[in-house]
């Protein structure tokens, strides 16, 4: 009967195979794990470069044309809303020429009657006048003796005045009766407060 023969062990110095088996496995773990290691990291490189790339080709191509497109529309739509309206094209004139615009006093301000200089009115107001009158004129070529008339008329007046109801309705009488007396004939027919503020 023939016998086998005998095999050596795996790690023996005799075996032909042996050395080659276990060097082969050896060298070719460090190539897999570098080839797998570029591998894992290229998809996080290729995110970080394009990435920034897409996102200003984006901005670039997608963004910035949209933008100018509404830009350039809104001067468009800003005609069309000055032609609705100009249904008041009269008034708009009427404004330019002075008449009906009224006269505007601007940031009035005068220390209260009584309060020792510690209390004061800011007030900005309109006076318009007759539809006959040219008001804006008539009070540009008075304005320093119908600026005097406002503040010696505000000025008149208490805390305790303007605490009154209807304060305002009382003072407006008295400014059309002022500038109407100043004047020597009825050019000022009403008064609108747009500021009016005690401290």
Known sequence: MA??????????????????????????????????????????????????????????????????????ATPVAAPSGESSGSAHGEHGKAAKDGK??????QNMVVNLAGTMGTRYLKTTFLVTGAPDVNIKSVFESNKPRLTDVTLNVLSSLSLADLEEPGAK????EKLVAAYNQALGKKVAEQVYFSDFVVQ
């Open 3 to 72: 016998k086998a023969a005998p095999t050596a062990p795996a790690g023996a110095p005799g075996s032909a195979a042996a050395p080659g088996a276990a060097h082969a496995p050896a060298s070719a773990a460090p190539t897999a794990a570098s080839g797998g290691g570029l591998k894992a990291w290229l998809p996080t490189l290729a995110a970080l470069v394009l990435a920034p790339a897409l996102t200003w080709a984006v901005a670039q191509f997608v963004l910035i044309p949209s933008l100018q497109q509404k830009l350039a």
């Open 100 to 105: 009906d615009a009224g006269y505007e006093f």
């Open 169 to 172: 309705n009382v003072l407006r």
